[in-house]
């Protein structure tokens, strides 16, 4: 690692052209480290006043308690195909792309699904436990953030965290593991108000829950892994389900972050929480950042990622 220049940094702009606020005011913006499709990108969080913070630990979970809407961080923005997560065992747990064999991870294309056919992301403050046998489904969880696929018309942007509303979810078993995929949409689309549970995303996207299936069940099949499967007979549960499942997943973090639960590999360091043993100072997490590589020009991506997959059922 070399010393290191500032990143570039963006914020989120509205259609009015002011930044993009959550809870209590809090602006987010992010900071590119690395060169971008390569192996040492990351992408770091600041909020309002310009320290950085975790998107795992530090982003509220709530965006609206009361009236349940939650707090969503983009990881994948639709049509893309780059594995992009918060990388939950690093130190501020930043962006970063999926790495399998030494090489860059890309979903592939299968047909006739585009790379991600949402926006995918993750609700802060909270964790699938792993040491946790969900009733349901038989599984532990899966170690991370809880998932989310936002069905919203804008195609977000890589980092952006928007405000949504639950409308139901799916509990994928990925390699014995829970994995849910909770569906929302962001509460800024012209259309949120039509959409209050699972059965409005059936009646007014027709085809887009099953196109949400067939892509979990079948999106591993091109690295040579069997189709997943699904509790519940593959069927989507209900926005009280939901909203449940992911109010549990918060308790987990809470008993995480608390150090009630082993963190395992896990980095829980944190700014924001201030009653966590975990919590670093401004000075200490601006290091962590400032050690990374300078953001530098990207790599072109290998026109192989834009390749269709086929195979028959």
């Not at 294309?109 to 038989?138: L, M, R």
């Not at 979810?169 to 959409?195: C, Q, R, Y």
Request: net charge negative.
């Amino acid at each position: 690692m070399t010393a290191c220049q500032s990143g570039a940094s963006y914020s989120w702009i509205s259609a009015d052209h002011s930044v993009l606020k959550a809870a209590a005011e809090m602006s987010v913006t992010v900071e590119e480290r690395g060169r971008p499709n390569t192996l040492d990108y990351r992408v770091y969080f600041k909020n309002s006043e310009g320290k950085y913070i975790s998107p795992f630990h530090d982003i509220p979970i709530y965006a609206n308690e009361a009236e349940n809407i939650f707090h969503a961080v983009v990881e994948v923005p639709r049509w893309t195909n780059a594995k992009m997560e918060i990388a939950t065992k690093d130190p501020l747990n930043p962006l970063k792309q999926d790495i399998k064999k030494g090489n860059l991870r890309y979903v592939a294309n299968v047909f006739p699904h585009k790379g991600y056919i949402w926006n995918y992301g993750a609700i802060p403050q909270t964790w699938e436990d792993p040491n946790h046998k969900d009733s349901d489904t038989g599984c532990c969880g899966d170690n991370d953030p809880i998932d989310i696929c936002d069905i919203g018309n804008k195609v977000c942007s890589q980092g952006e965290i928007i405000k949504v509303k639950v409308l139901g979810t799916l509990a994928l078993i990925d390699e014995g593991e829970t994995d849910w995929k909770v569906i929302v949409i962001n509460t800024e689309d012209p259309e949120s108000a039509d959409f209050n549970d699972i059965d409005d995303v059936r009646r007014l996207k027709p085809g887009y829950l099953e196109a949400t299936f067939d892509w979990f069940k079948r999106y591993k099949v091109p690295d040579g892994k069997p189709e997943n499967q699904f509790a519940f007979n593959g069927e989507f549960k209900d926005r009280d389900f939901a909203i449940k499942t992911i109010k549990d997943t918060h308790e987990f973090w809470k008993a995480l972050i608390s150090k009630n639960s082993s963190a395992g590999e896990l980095n829980c360091t944190n700014t924001g929480v201030s009653d966590s043993p975990f919590c670093c100072s401004a000075g200490d997490a601006e290091a962590v950042v400032k050690s990374a590589c300078a953001f530098g020009a990207e790599d072109p991506i290998s026109s192989s990622v834009d390749q269709w997959f086929y195979y028959e059922n």
